[in-house]
């Protein structure tokens, strides 16, 4: 009896073990979030979590005491005056297609959706180039967002087809005959029709010789990789335009992101009087209110703050020693160490603005500029590195800061919901409807809405960069002080038009190349 008692004993103690190591194994499983660093969002709680505490305490304080001063709020929420520019995309009188096509053009885009956009307008312009029929270009999966949104998920391909139909043939799929020329296809082996190595910013002649050889004797020719393929100089004017028309007319958003994209532009213009992103008669309650409500203007801010931007900058941004080694060792697995801003301290980076700004810094920004607590605004973005704990100073000064989440129910929000391109879109269609766009730092989406807003002769903000490294490095400086710096430093930077330079792009400088002065 003793000896089945202490076998009794013996096996419970082995369960015990088992299961506590059985759940030891699988807690990791469980809860990744809890060991392994987001790839683009909060930093883990044991790997890299340190709470960011606000860096620019003193200016924090003045900027949420700040008052309200109507004079200058009507300043800045006046439109952007008429500066005398029209769009223009050439004549008026449609262009004739050539009789005979050289052969069909594939193209292959890799990066975010605003550098697929580029690549989608100069693959139009290299097909005219050549005169070839081009094949609605491939989107291939970003590497880091993971989104395999296709062209014909993100861009109304019927609307885009019927503005170019006199400029260039277009196909949504390759006939039969040419069925092979596939991604895996180039992907095994090297192949007559692929064109791998074309130069970035490549000229007209370049493709002239390269690419049209292929087309002739092969009657197809792909294109990989494609994007900032084509120069943005010594091209004939009827490209340049043709280029912006691809760009500010034929790339539309399919319908259920344009229409999403109204609901939220709806939600900010006419907000209840308590929110009901959970109900789905939301748009319906808001609708109903037009009578009572005058529309309310609102502020886009592109936040782009993710781990990639922070990692390749290689400022610090106040995460602690955690955070460093985690962003480090980021670094060191994405690009291999290879990040040339590696070489520079922080202090210098700072005073030569190439640190992004932290949702603190650019909430700093816009209540110096007069923006109050009452200040609708807007974030686009996809995931904030650091999470609701690095936003959380930029709420206390904007606590009406709304964003896809707070404005559209998860029903509503289904068909974009895990796709970074899709949600990009959104974000895109509501900064092209908002009073005001700021972005925090310069990159795709920046260069695609400031140009694309310049077109449109609309209020953007661009942020000093170089001014407000130098200002947040001088921990003494009051706010009355930050605040004059920052309204006297950005007085010319609120969508007034520049004139594109040489090497430029088109895309974000539309004028002169899209634009006459009438």
């Known amino acids: 009896m003793m000896r089945l008692n202490f076998q009794r004993h013996c096996y419970q103690l082995l369960r015990r073990k088992a299961m506590c190591g059985f759940f030891v194994l699988i807690f990791p499983l469980i809860f990744p979030c809890l060991f392994t660093a987001f790839t683009h969002a909060s930093p883990s709680i ?13 200016l924090l304080r003045s900027a ?10 009507s300043d800045l929420w006046a439109p952007l005056a008429d500066q005398g520019w029209r769009p223009y995309l050439g004549s008026v009188n449609a262009p004739s297609l050539p009789q005979k096509s050289e052969g069909y053009l594939q193209v292959f885009l890799d990066g975010g959706l605003n550098q697929q956009r580029m690549g989608i307008c100069d693959a139009v312009a290299v097909a005219k180039i050549l005169n070839a029929t081009l094949v609605i270009p491939h989107l291939e999966v970003n590497p880091v967002w993971q989104d395999s949104s296709s062209f014909m998920d993100i861009f109304d391909v019927d609307h885009f087809m019927n503005v170019l139909k006199d400029e260039i043939p277009i196909i949504k799929e390759l006939p039969d005959e040419f069925s092979w020329s596939t991604r895996e296809y180039y992907a095994t082996a090297i192949r007559a029709t692929r064109i791998k190595r074309a130069p970035v910013h490549a000229s007209a002649n370049w493709y002239l010789e390269n690419v049209l050889p292929v087309l002739q004797s092969n009657g197809i020719a792909a294109i990989s990789p494609f994007s900032h393929r084509l120069s943005f100089d010594n091209l004939p004017s ?14 539309v958003f399919v319908p259920h992101i344009r229409a ?4 939220l532009v709806h939600r900010l213009r006419y907000p209840p009087g308590q929110s009901r992103a959970s109900s789905t008669d939301y748009l319906r309650e808001t609708t109903n209110q037009n009578g009572k409500q005058n529309p309310q203007k609102f502020v886009v801010l592109h936040l782009r703050f993710d781990k990639d931007m922070a990692a390749h900058s290689a400022c610090d941004f106040g995460g602690g020693k955690a955070e460093k080694l985690a962003l480090a060792k980021y670094r060191q697995t994405i690009w291999q160490g290879r990040v040339l801003n590696s070489q520079f301290t922080d202090k210098e980076l700072r005073s030569q603005g190439r640190c992004p700004l932290t949702p603190e810094e ?37 606590p009406l800061m709304e964003d896809k989440k707070s404005l559209a129910s998860s029903a509503e929000r289904v068909h974009i919901k895990g796709k970074a391109s899709l949600l990009a879109a959104v974000d895109y269609y509501v900064g092209m409807h908002s009073d005001i766009f700021v972005s925090a730092s310069p990159g795709n989406m920046h260069n695609a809405l400031v140009g694309h807003r310049t077109f449109e002769n609309m209020k953007t903000i661009r942020p000093n960069m170089v001014l407000l ?20 430093g950005h007085q010319n ?26």
């Open 46 to 58: 044991f790997s890299e979590w340190n709470v960011p505490k606000p860096r620019h305490l003193r």
């Open 64 to 73: 949420l005491q700040r008052e309200r001063l109507t004079g200058e709020q």
């Open 238 to 251: 009827e490209i340049q335009q043709l280029r912006c028309k691809v760009n500010f007319k034929a790339l």
């Open 260 to 263: 999403l994209g109204d609901a």
């Open 362 to 398: 650019v909430g700093l920004l816009l209540a110096a500029l007069g923006f109050d607590n009452n200040t609708r605004l807007y974030l686009a973005s996809h995931k904030v590195y650091g999470g609701e704990a690095r936003i959380s100073t930029l709420r206390k000064l904007f």
């Open 469 to 488: 490294g130098q200002l947040f490095l001088n921990k003494n400086i009051s706010w009355s002080q930050f605040r004059q710096a920052m309204v006297e």
């Open 493 to 518: 930077r609120q969508g007034q038009l520049r004139l594109r330079k040489p090497k430029q792009s088109i895309y974000t400088y539309p004028a002169p190349d899209c634009m006459c002065h009438a």
